[in-house]
Structures are given as structure tokens and as C-alpha cells.
């Protein structure tokens, strides 16, 4: 099968529209039926499968980079009568248990990365629901600020998944029904189970949509709001958007090369190293520099091509179950870069919501992380974060003999107190240190400096610090003793020992929902040959076994 | 099979002691291998089945009632060289998947139940481990306020299920390390992955326990920690206890019947109908009084019948998916009861957190739970409290004609603001009326009055009103409609809308670790023919799949 692929762009786009206008964007969605990743199934009625949520991933993200000017996005339906019909059915039916979590793991991602686009870029997302708006659907909706349902009799916000499928609505749904929307829970357990869903004011009564507008208004009223959202952005008005270009990438067997990031396949150890490079100059010497180097920017490129990478070894290699981060290259010039990335500039916030969005998609994979620091590596503010990103980490304990590369250090920049935020509202140094806070403010007077094992082992922010002598033996033990564990109870343990700390919606939707949906993913009520999931469409009933468990 | 019984006492017990030493108790587990649920396998090593773990609560309850004075518990081995093994593998390798999810479930709230005692009860515990404390044994430890661990070379701790059997620390294990001792993530990953485990001073430095003690002074040490944590108590030093005397069921067929609480099966429609009946009498004069009732004290004798009807439909009614509950007998006769439940006094303290635990047990359990409150019904104060722990409720508007009940009503209490927190930190109104949080200051205006169900519904208390006319057709779909749904899905749509709000340590280990622990223990890796948890201990390795999902 070939590789799933996560790059696209609008010219390519088969599902979905921009349509700007002015400060507004409209986001259309209009699925091809025949535009899905398999020829198996079918798109109808706006449902989706991964192939849609690329697209619609992508889009997302240029509104941010490359329309400055739009400040406020309104998602709606290109199709009569549907606003979107959640995702495809047929599509999870034959899906691999592992494609439907990862499928799930991704249109989450989306879908917080448009509340992120709200919350930290000035871009508000209206949902314009016409039409009947089921499952998946309304989940996109929800992801919206406002939420705006035409009142025609026949438009209905819907979460059918446990009346028709015995599973759960897994993007979100359930979490953002009772945390976001904060629906009364026993009107959101009626309204979970009711297939028809609701509409009308019932709707906006029990909180499931803001607003419900009469027909003959609908474009107007649809309008108005967008503008009353746009103004309350704080994006620039004048500013001219970077042009995310297309994402060069060489596979060849078991290599992946981009410019900066580098994957190399051990299939039969189940290892993959991850090299990220700084950059190959000094920063630029102002913000608008930086904006002239357009996608070229260090950071950007950065962001983009460890996202992908991420996200191909998530889709295309189950077979490796550990990941190394190396890095290369010099640490002042990742400094350098950082500071820009600090400056008060539309760009430079962009660039490092996105870095964080990207190290967020680490946290929630499923696959250990061991960070290398060796003589030579470039464990640097924003590199560095890739050590507290990491399950594990292993430094090298001063140069190596017959060696002329300077000695393994840690390096920790400004980047590393506040500019990416994990899941749970902490960086990742106060995570790291909940038992010992002031830990944390105690590591800014290290800022810039180069820490050697040692001083690195003594502040606390490597696991473990080995003499040169004994790091292959080392390094081959610890890498054959985690090859011989359950993937699976990896997985469990991994996805627990990473979000210490409080829970935030974004949480409890990767660790409670998920972790639900999964197991029931695996239940034959679901799944099996009479299962739900199965037997949908076929006209035939699915036969459950009844035990409560 | 015989039904699990959950009701035990002292005088029973195969596998704990309990030894007084004035505010000193010693809880020494010393398990009868051969006292085990089943005969298919021996609890060596101290390690547990849910016979040893049913009665570890018996006696933390019981420290609680029957032991005002003592203030301080010590956890303790009664055998040489192991503290606890945790759960019996072979006993978790021949258990159905349901068996395992209930047992994890209540071994949970067992170790919360410890936990309670301390932050609520004045009752500090610690554990003294001595000898080998692994995967479960090492769980219980981390229950306990403070942990000593020996330093003689060979008493360590561990969570060695990952590596050794392929699943979770399914007893909080992970969260605990994470959020209570706040271990560092990384070190919890390598930890966790150890076999073996740590001991000594580095047990100290990575913050697994408190502190590690010379051999020699062992004894001394852990008696003068236990007075130092005494000290700290406030419970009273003259109190008398209160007797849990055995309590009282008789079973016959589809009834279970106890004094207050009564239990109708109807396994074919997959209904219970769980009745709970106010007090007889009105409540005693005093809390002198109340105390001079002993276990008869209607709210405890409530609690205890109650918790004991739950957990016996968990472990023996597997096919019983929705629970009805109904209410009977004199709203002024609850609240009286409740007032005294509010005093300031050793014993009303205990009584209340006693019924916040099994209203607990409620939102954690696995079945549908609807409240009718119908003509007759008494849902006043603590009884109230069933209502807002359903998923639904049903409310019949008005009388019945030719019936001389009083009309359906409701009736809150000061119970209902405070007494029962859920896991979530926040009452059950609270949590209730996230979205309008004002609302539940206005519904203090509203105590001891009857409430019926117009004014119920305007005031968001109830799911639904019903005409009496319609009353048996639109239960009887709300039945069936249930009924015919996946029970899986609504096991985890139920997890998720039952805690919106805030998350604390005990909702991640129910929502995060526990549904994590669930997929695992569904997955070929754990529970297959060569799966690591059915091949345990039988010399064979076992051979995962290394895909990773």
C-alpha cells in the first residue's frame, strides 16, 4: 500500500474550499465520495475519512501563515441538506484497529488546533450548521467558537454513535458536550443516546449550539457574526502572509530526508532516529529578516518537518516502536532563532504555537522516546525541549577519546520556560519538576550556558549520564530490554507517565475519551463479526453480548 | 458459583490482623494461600485475590467505627522476607475480562478508602515495608501517607508489570507515582520498567518512598513514626466505638432484601430495581442519642446496605444492565437524620464520609442508573443525592388519580451541598450546573420544601416529566431503548459524562489509567494464548505482536 501522505496544498485540495473574503474566511466542505484514501468505500453525505482531515488540517493551518488578514474562519457545508455526516462509516468497519486510533489520534489534533488557532492567533472558527450535522459532524462544530444552527425543521445536531454503532463519539464529543458546551450531564446522556438528535431552540436551551437563526436570515445573521467575531481579533490588519511551500522529502526504503530533520527505518530492531539539524545560519538579524526567509526560516522549517515526520512514522511505520532524537549543528544559532520567536510579531507567534502544536503531536504518540546526547548534538532551547519531550534520556559523559567534537551539553533557552506549553497548561520543565518547583525557577540562571553531564545530571534534567566507555553497551541494553516489552502496555504506561499534573479538556480527551474509545475499538460488540461497527449499513441488526463490564 | 460475598468481619479473616496498640494499630497482612476465591490458584508471597483485598476494607472501615482512639495504622507483612506481592498473576491470567475490571476496580477503592481515612478521618497510615514490595504490594504502599522501607539490601520496591506481564500497574500504580509522590516522568519510565525495582537511599532521592531505615532500628523507627503521625490526629481520645454489627440479607432468587435497601432482579430485561427506604422512626434527639443507635443509625445502616447491594451487583449481576432507583418513606424523617449528619462529632463525620464513598462507588459503577420519582417516592436530601448520581431521572407530574400518595416530589437538604463530594472535588449539583454555576446558590432557597415537578424541572433537577397518563409508555421505551444498545458504549459514555469538571488523582486513575489498563487487558500482548499475562510463571516466553497502536 502506499504511504499515506500528509502534505497537500489547496490546489490539490478534492474536499474542502477556502473562500476569502476580506477578514472573513469560509472554510467549505465538500467531500468528494470518491476522493477517500481507499477505493472501498464511499464519501457520501460530507462523511470523512483521514484523506478529508488532511485536507482540512492543511487548510487550518495556511488560514494562520499565509491569510494574516482573516480573523474569523466560518465552517460550513458545500452540499444541500448536510452540513457533514461525521466520519465514514464502511471507512471504520474495515478499518485496522490501529488505523482507527491513529485516524481518531489525528482529527483530534485538528480539531484542537482550530480551538488553538482561537485561543492563541486571533482567528475565531463559526460553525454555520445547515443541514443534518451527525457525529463526527457536530464534533467538527464543536471545535468552533460559536456554534450558529439554521431553524428550518429539518437541521439537527446529532451524537449517534452509541444508539447506531455501539461506539463512542471519538473526536472529542463526549469531553467537549460536558467541559466545553458544559450540557447538563443527564440532558447530554439523553442526548447522546438519541439518534435523531435535536434541533430548534431545544438545541440552544440544553446548550448544544449558540444560536439558532430562521432560514430567510441565515446568510445575513451568518455574516454579521463573523464580523462581530473578527473584531475582536487582534491580528494584523496590513501584514503579508508566508507562503507555507510544498515540503521537500527524499524516502528511499528505510531513509526519509527533509532539510533539517532527518529518519532513519531499523525495521527488524523496531528503532527509527530522528535527526533534527539547526540551522545552517545565524538567525536573522530582525523579525522582518525573518519574515523575508518565508517557509525558509529555521523554526518554521523546523516545525513542518518534524511534524511530518511525526506523523508518517505514526501512519506508514507500526513496526517501529522506538524513536531517538539526535540532534546536530550549533547551539547559538538556535538561541539566536528563538529570540526572534519571542519578539511581539503575528509570524513569530505563529511559528511558536505551531513548534508547540508539534510537540504536542510527540506527547501523545504512541512510541517510547529516547533523547541521545552525545559530543556534537545540539540540545538547544528549542532542541532541548526534545530531551523533556522524550521518555528517556542518556548523556554521554564529556567528549570522546580521538574525538575533536566538544563535549555532550545541554543548552537551555527561554524557549524552554513558557513558549511551549504540553497539554496539560505546563511546559514541560514544570511537568518535569512537580515535586520540586522551584527547580524550575532555579534553571533560568542556566540559560545560555552549556551544561555538561554532570552539572546537567546534578539539575536534574537527564535521566541518566554514562562514561564514554560504557554508552554502546549501555545504549544496546537499554534499547533490547524496551524491544522486549508489550507494545501495548507501553503504550498504556507511556500515555500515563507523560501528563502529570493537572488535566485540562485537551487531556482528558487523549487520556479519558481515547483511552475508552480504544478499548471499546477492540469489543466484539463493536467489532466482531455481529458487532455494531460491522454489521452498520448491512441491514442486518448487530447481536450484543449483554454483560455490563 | 457461589455469589461473591463481600460482607466479612475480624473474626473471619484468612488473611489480616488487626493489632491495637492504643492509637497504634497494625494492619498485618499474612494471606492463607489457600484462602483464596478459587482453588485454581495459591496466594503465595503475600500477593491478593479479591477475598484478601474485601477484607483489607473491612478492617480500614472498621478502624474507622470501631477504634475512635487509634490514629495512626501501620501497614505491615506477617511473613519474612516479602511485604506484599501484589495481585496473583495466575488468578489474574484464569480471570474472565469482567472479573479483572470489577477486581481492579475495587482494589481502587479500597486504597482511596485508605487515603480517605487520613485526609478526612484523622486516621494516618504507613506503610512499613520490609522485604520484597512489587506491582500491587508496592500499590498498597502508595496509599499510605508516608512509607519507611527497610535498608537491608534486599527489601525493594517495584511496578514490575510491564516488563514482567505485559499490562498496567492497574491500581493506581502510575498515577500515584506521577501525581501523589511526583516522581520525575522520566525516572517513573525507568522505574517502571525495572524489574527488579529500587531500594535505599536512590528509593529516597527518586522520591518512591520516604525514607529508608537500618535494620537494626527498624522496629523503633516505625513505632516512633507512627506516634509522630498519632500526634497529628484530631479524633477524640475517650470516644467509644461503634460496632459494625453483621449485616443482615436475605437472598432468594431475583430479590436480595435488606432492612432499608430491598433489590428486584430482572436479569431477562437486564433490570434492577434498587429501593431505598427512609428511616423508621424519626431521627434521634441528639447526636448522643444517634450514637446510642450504633449501626442502627439509619444513615449508616443505609450506607452499609446500599454499598454492600452495589458491589453485589457488580461482581454477581453481570446481566443486569440498568438500575432503577426508587425511594420510599418520610422526606422530614431523612433530613432529620441528615441535620445530625452536619454536627461536629467523631462519628456523624465518619457517617457522612462513609456515604460519600458509596455514592462514589455509584459513579464509578458500569451500569445505566435511572431515578424515578414518582408519587410516594422519598428523594429528600441524602436520597436527593441518588437522583443527581443517575445518568436520568423520571419525574411524574403531579398524582396519580385513585391514589392517595402525595404528589411526586423532591426535596433537597444541606446533604446536598457539601456532604458528598464526588471524585471530582465538586458536589454533584456542582458539577451539575457547570454551565450556570449561580444555580446552585438559588437552589439553597429551596431546602425542605417539596419540590414537584413543574418547579423541578424549571430548576434543573430533574431529566424529564411525565404525565401519569404517559408515565408506563415512556418508561417502558426508555427501557427498551437502553436495553437494546451496545453495553460497552454505554459503559464508556457513562465514564465520561458522569465527570465533567475538574480532574483530581482519583478521576485519572478511574478515567486515565483504569480505561488504559481495560484495552490492554482485552489485547492478544496481554490476554492471548502467548500473551505475556496468560504465560506468566509457565517458563514460556511470551511473543507480542510489535505493532504499536
Same mark, same amino acid.
Request: hydrophobic share 40%; charged share 20%.
Given at each position: 500500500m502506499e504511504p499515506i501522505d500528509f502534505r497537500t496544498e489547496p490546489g490539490r485540495y478534492r474536499h474542502w474550499r477556502i473562500e476569502i473574503d476580506g477578514e472573513v474566511a469560509f472554510l467549505v466542505m465538500d467531500v468528494d465520495p470518491a476522493g477517500g484514501l481507499s477505493a472501498d468505500y464511499e464519501l457520501k453525505l460530507n462523511s470523512y475519512d483521514l484523506a478529508v482531515d488532511i485536507e482540512l488540517n492543511d487548510a487550518v493551518q495556511r488560514l494562520r501563515f499565509e491569510h494574516p488578514q482573516v480573523r474569523a474562519v466560518v465552517l460550513k457545508s458545500g452540499k444541500d441538506n448536510v452540513f457533514c455526516a461525521g466520519a465514514n462509516i464502511r471507512m471504520l468497519g474495515k478499518a485496522t484497529h490501529g488505523h482507527k486510533v491513529n485516524f481518531c489520534k489525528y482529527t483530534n489534533e485538528t480539531r484542537l488546533a482550530i480551538e488553538d488557532a482561537c485561543a492563541n492567533s486571533g482567528q475565531a472558527y463559526l460553525a454555520a450548521v445547515r443541514g443534518s450535522c451527525a457525529g463526527g459532524g457536530y464534533e467538527l462544530a464543536l471545535a468552533a467558537d460559536h456554534i450558529m444552527l439554521v431553524d428550518d425543521r429539518r437541521s439537527t445536531v446529532s451524537l449517534p454513535e452509541t444508539p447506531?454503532? *455501539?461506539?463512542?463519539? *471519538?473526536?472529542?464529543g463526549l469531553t467537549r458536550v460536558t467541559d466545553?458546551?458544559?450540557?447538563r450531564r443527564d440532558r447530554a446522556d439523553v442526548f447522546c443516546s438519541t439518534e435523531e438528535g435535536l434541533r430548534g431552540v431545544k438545541a440552544v436551551e440544553w446548550r448544544l449550539v449558540d444560536e439558532v437563526v430562521p432560514n430567510s436570515k441565515w446568510d445575513e445573521a451568518v455574516k454579521t457574526k463573523a464580523h462581530a467575531l473578527a473584531a475582536r481579533s487582534d491580528r494584523p490588519l496590513d501584514a503579508k502572509g508566508i507562503k507555507l511551500t510544498p515540503l521537500a522529502r527524499r524516502m528511499n526504503g528505510d531513509a526519509v530526508a527533509y532539510s533539517h530533520v532527518g529518519l532513519d527505518l531499523d525495521r527488524a530492531r523496531g528503532i527509527a532516529t530522528l535527526t533534527a539539524r539547526g540551522p +545552517?545560519? %545565524? %538567525?536573522? %538579524? +530582525?523579525v522582518a529578516a525573518a519574515h523575508a526567509q518565508g517557509a525558509g526560516f529555521w523554526p518554521l522549517a523546523l516545525a513542518r518537518e518534524l511534524e511530518d515526520a511525526i506523523l508518517h512514522l505514526r501512519a506508514n511505520e507500526p513496526a517501529i516502536g522506538l524513536v531517538i532524537f539526535r540532534t546536530e549543528g550549533d547551539a547559538h544559532g538556535v538561541l539566536g532563532h528563538d529570540a526572534l520567536l519571542g519578539e511581539n510579531d503575528w509570524l513569530m507567534r505563529e511559528v511558536r504555537h505551531y513548534l508547540k502544536r508539534v510537540l504536542k503531536r510527540i506527547d501523545v504518540t504512541s512510541r517510547s522516546f529516547v533523547a541521545l546526547i552525545e559530543p556534537g548534538t545540539c540540545f538547544a532551547g528549542t532542541l532541548a525541549e526534545l530531551v523533556f519531550a522524550a521518555d528517556r534520556s542518556l548523556m554521554l559523559i564529556g567528549a570522546r577519546d580521538g574525538d575533536n567534537k566538544p563535549p555532550a551539553a545541554v543548552t537551555l533557552g527561554e524557549a524552554n520556560f513558557g513558549f511551549y506549553p504540553m497539554g496539560n497548561g505546563l511546559t514541560r520543565l514544570e511537568t518535569r519538576f512537580l515535586g520540586d518547583p522551584p527547580c524550575v525557577e532555579g534553571l533560568? %540562571?542556566?540559560?545560555g550556558a552549556p551544561l555538561q553531564a554532570d552539572e546537567a545530571d546534578a539539575l536534574g534534567l537527564v535521566t541518566g549520564t554514562v562514561e564514554s566507555y560504557d554508552w554502546d553497551d549501555e545504549l544496546r541494553v537499554m534499547l533490547e530490554e524496551r524491544a522486549s516489552f508489550s507494545p501495548d502496555a507501553l503504550t498504556g504506561m507511556e500515555a500515563n507517565l507523560r501528563f502529570a499534573g493537572p488535566e485540562t479538556m485537551e487531556t482528558k480527551i487523549f487520556g479519558r475519551l481515547t483511552a475508552w474509545q480504544n478499548w471499546i475499538f477492540q469489543r466484539p460488540n463493536a467489532v466482531g463479526a455481529q458487532g455494531a461497527l460491522k454489521l452498520y449499513g448491512s441491514g442486518v441488526q448487530a447481536t450484543f453480548d449483554k454483560e455490563r463490564v
Open positions: 447506531l454503532l *455501539g461506539v463512542l463519539p *471519538g473526536t472529542g466545553k458546551r458544559k450540557v +545552517s545560519n %545565524a %538567525a536573522p %538579524a +530582525s533560568r %540562571a542556566k540559560v
